[in-house]
């Protein structure tokens, strides 16, 4: 059927809410568990009544929409968030060189997104998801040229014979994330000879969690960043412009003229200094419109007068069963600093704590930050693969006297391992611990990454 208006498709799609996929299929593919996609090909075929295609050009082409089904879920928490990455086109890495944005394989295909979200319930049968609100995105001008911004970055990088350097923290919300069965989906790139992951242009999860936040749960999410700003300058360069000002300062003098109660070591202080600095005076640091769709996590950093972190930088528990059974390929770690990116947010103290008992700390600026491919393909992944490898072997508990205390040590990847990253304890005491796949228990403990990496990167 041709749909003739995008009211008329609209009010079509609007029907398909609170409907389940068993009631709406008639093909039977509801019933094929091994049949990839097919929940989007049932609402094209049995709803929409069209046949299933692989067309370059969008699903409803004389109205330039694209169709997409994707799925959402609720949290412990009971917050809703996107189950994945709204996944879009293949990315032909010879042609989209010769484009512009505008004439891009991306924009011909996604200028307006239909989608429909369905909710995802572990354990219960496919045909019993149900469609929860059918949308039509037309990107907010704010959005348009951040992804505008993200396609330079994507099709730049393979212009530099580098496709196979991609990684989908590289971009803010568009990303070229990897599209195929295994590492073995490779094709050529038009500056190298060095073979790349096939990769599809995306919507990130976390934009996508951001979509699902205000058109579904009808939240107030706070922009410091206006579309003559985004026009002019990236979303760093921005971010960078609301800061700058203030390094060199002392804490105490910032939080003066900004009104600011000071307690450095609360997560609301951080929470009131970076809202207060970008103009947005008691927004709370999840409520930023810009980090909730990019995925950008804000870390504050204090470095000692010799320009290091005192500290190492903590990060999730290690799920020890996960770590074992798990491919690298699959791995929390991997999808973790490939998707992430990082703000941020450094203090220095100037001074010794002789020369200055008060610990004055001064304000040094921020950076945006993403762990880069090679790290992440080389000494990350060999790092995976050791604490596996240990994991599966049994990791050695040796309980030692250490000054009238028996300390439990382990022969996992300690400090200085590879310059990079390690795993130590993180628990209220000794007596927080976690099992291990062979029964026996060890203290829980992180991931972390080193302070010397830390400071290279802030430096």
Request: hydrophobic share 35%; glycine share 4%; net charge positive.
């Amino acid at each position: 059927m041709l749909y003739k208006t995008e009211e008329e498709l609209l009010f079509k799609a609007k029907q398909a809410e609170g409907k389940t996929f068993g009631e709406i299929d008639k093909s039977g593919r509801i019933k094929n568990k091994k049949a990839k996609g097919q929940l989007g090909q049932i609402i094209e075929e049995s709803f929409f009544n069209y046949q299933i295609n692989s067309k370059s050009e969008a699903d409803f082409a004389n109205l330039e929409i694209e169709l997409k089904v994707t799925p959402i879920k609720k949290n412990k928490n009971g917050t809703l968030s996107a189950k994945e990455r709204l996944v879009l086109n293949i990315i032909n890495y010879q042609k989209e060189v010769l484009t512009t944005f505008e004439t891009s394989s991306f924009w011909k295909k996604n200028k307006k997104p239909l989608i429909l979200f369905y909710e995802w319930i572990p354990k219960s049968h496919r045909a019993d998801y149900k469609l929860i609100k059918a949308h039509l995105l037309q990107y907010p001008e704010e959005d348009l040229e951040i992804i505008k911004q993200d396609w330079k970055i994507i099709v730049g990088k393979i212009k530099e014979g580098r496709a196979h350097e991609l990684s989908e923290a590289d971009t803010n919300y568009l990303a070229a994330c990897t599209k195929g069965a295994n590492k073995n989906s490779l094709r050529t790139q038009p500056y190298s000879d060095i073979e790349a992951m096939q990769r599809a242009y995306s919507l990130k999860q976390s934009y996508m969690t951001a979509l699902v936040r205000k058109e579904i749960k009808q939240e107030d999410l706070v922009r410091f960043a206006n579309p003559e700003e985004l026009r002019k300058k990236s979303l760093f360069e921005l971010l960078s412009q609301r800061f700058d000002p203030y390094i060199g300062n002392t804490l105490e003098d910032i939080a003066k003229e900004k009104g600011l109660q000071i307690n450095s070591k609360s997560k609301n202080f951080l929470q009131s200094f970076v809202s207060e600095l970008l103009g947005i005076r008691g927004t709370k640091l999840n409520q930023i419109e810009e980090f909730a769709k990019a995925n950008i996590e804000i870390k504050t950093i204090r470095l000692e007068p010799d320009g290091l972190p005192k500290e190492h930088m903590s990060f999730r528990n290690i799920d020890f069963y996960d770590w074992a059974t798990q491919d690298w390929e699959d791995s929390w770690l991997k999808s973790y600093f490939e998707e992430t990116k990082f703000l941020f947010v450094v203090f220095h103290y100037k001074e010794t704590k002789a020369e200055n008992p008060n610990r004055q700390l001064y304000f040094n600026g921020v950076t945006l930050w993403n762990m880069p491919f090679q790290d992440i393909h080389e000494s990350l992944q060999e790092f995976w693969k050791t604490v596996q490898s240990k994991i599966k072997d049994g990791i050695e508990l040796n309980p030692v006297n250490q000054k009238n205390r028996i300390i439990v040590k382990n022969n996992l990847p300690k400090p200085g391992y590879n310059g990079i990253c390690h795993i130590r304890p993180k628990a209220r005491d000794g007596k927080d611990k976690v099992k291990l796949p062979d029964g026996r228990y060890i203290t829980k403990q992180a991931f972390w990454l080193d302070r010397f990496y830390i400071g290279k990167i802030v430096k």
